[in-house]
C-alpha cells in the first residue's frame, strides 16, 4: 500500500448520481473518488438495484466489506494520473 496516499474514513451516498462519494488524500490534496453501484454488485456479487428502498444502505455496507480492495485499485488509478475532466477518479 502506498503510504502517500491516505483514506479518511468519511463516505456518502449520493442518490442523484447512484455512487458513494469518498475521497482520497495524496501530498495533502483531497481527491473525490466516486464508485457506483454496478461496481459494487460487482465486487460483492450481490444484486443492487436503484429502486430497492434502502440502496444506501447496502451500497454503503458493500463499500465498507470491500473497503481496502477499492482504496487500492483507487492508488492505482491515482498513481497512473487517471482522473476525469473534474480531477475526481471514477472507479468502474
Known amino acids: 500500500m502506498n503510504q502517500s496516499i491516505l483514506?479518511?474514513?468519511l463516505q456518502d451516498w449520493e442518490q442523484s448520481?447512484?455512487?458513494?462519494?469518498?475521497?482520497?488524500?495524496?501530498q495533502g490534496m483531497n481527491i473525490e473518488c466516486r464508485i457506483g453501484i454496478a461496481k459494487l454488485a460487482a465486487l460483492s456479487g450481490t444484486n443492487l438495484t436503484v429502486t430497492d428502498q434502502d440502496i444506501a444502505i447496502?451500497?454503503?455496507?458493500?463499500?465498507?466489506t470491500y473497503r481496502f480492495d477499492i482504496e487500492e485499485e483507487v492508488e492505482q488509478l491515482i498513481e497512473h494520473e487517471q482522473f476525469d475532466e473534474l480531477g475526481r477518479v471514477?472507479?468502474?
Open 58 to 64: 447496502k451500497a454503503l455496507a458493500v463499500f465498507e
Open 17 to 26: 448520481s447512484q455512487v458513494i462519494v469518498f475521497h482520497a488524500q495524496q
Open 90 to 92: 471514477i472507479v468502474g
Open 7 to 9: 483514506f479518511p474514513d
